[in-house]
């Protein structure tokens, strides 16, 4: 059985090559076995999701997807990596992998085979496997704010600042209204930091751990 998945992405800028150092991280853009997709993977809440975010043929449907309700969504920004875990001890995900093709999900892996290709096999029941591998087109994507949110920010507590309790302790004793302190002038913005993608013309599909179907699983 030969797994033919369909999935994709927008090339972003020029992408060249990766340090060794990037070969495990499975995430970033990747071109389908085919040829007729790109794939988005990245780190949503824990675990390693992927979603179409370019289409050769553009206005796809998931026409073969054996539920009615489904069969006339668009493939562009549909998941088709769900909730991949990462294995212990192993730079290797296993999760599910939906397949646009037959409408049907299986179980599956990705491993990072060096910088630059990444291996997916889907299985049915455990035996009749198949596989493909798809070709980096973009670089490692940087951790999406939700997952930051998802861990929860700390909660600030009821204590009064050290310097706002000096001054009131300063105030009581005197009586004198300690003098107003000018706020501290902003940090300047850091030029050309690494952001997970923007959704916006060129790229509609933009962070993927926002896409309704990815974040409603998560929650």
């Known amino acids: 059985?030969?797994?033919?998945?369909?999935?994709?992405?927008?090339?972003?800028?020029?992408?060249?090559?990766?340090?060794p150092a990037l070969a495990a991280d499975p995430t970033g853009d990747w071109r389908v076995a085919d040829g007729v997709a790109n794939i988005r993977v990245a780190q949503c809440y824990g675990s390693m999701w992927g979603?179409?975010?370019?289409?050769?043929?553009?206005?796809?449907?998931?026409?073969n997807n054996p539920d009615v309700s489904k069969k006339n969504?668009?493939?562009?920004?549909?998941?088709?990596?769900?909730?991949?875990?990462?294995?212990?001890?192993?730079d290797?995900?296993?999760?599910?992998?939906?397949?646009?093709?037959?409408?049907?999900?299986?179980?599956?892996?990705?491993?990072?085979?060096?910088?630059?290709?990444l291996e997916i096999k889907g299985c049915v029941m455990g035996f009749l496997c198949g596989g493909e591998t798809w070709t980096r087109v973009g670089p490692p994507i940087p951790s999406s704010p939700v997952n930051a949110m998802a861990k929860g920010a700390p909660k600030s507590g009821g204590a009064t600042p050290p310097k706002a309790q000096g001054a009131q302790a300063a105030q009581a004793t005197t009586g004198a209204t300690a003098p107003a302190q000018a706020?501290?002038?902003?940090?300047?913005?850091?030029?050309?930091?690494?952001?997970?993608a923007q959704k916006g013309a060129a790229d509609p599909?933009?962070?993927?751990?926002?896409?309704?179907?990815?974040?409603?699983f998560a929650h």
């Open 1 to 19: 059985m030969r797994l033919a998945l369909y999935t994709g992405l927008i090339l972003a800028g020029g992408y060249t090559c990766l340090t």
């Open 51 to 63: 979603a179409v975010s370019w289409e050769k043929q553009p206005g796809g449907r998931d026409e």
């Open 73 to 90: 969504r668009p493939t562009l920004g549909m998941a088709t990596l769900i909730d991949m875990k990462k294995k212990p001890g192993i």
């Open 92 to 117: 290797q995900w296993e999760g599910q992998v939906y397949n646009a093709k037959d409408g049907q999900l299986y179980s599956a892996t990705i491993t990072p085979a060096g910088a630059d290709q």
């Open 183 to 196: 706020p501290a002038p902003a940090a300047p913005k850091a030029a050309g930091a690494a952001k997970p």
């Open 205 to 216: 599909v933009g962070d993927i751990c926002l896409l309704p179907e990815i974040a409603g």
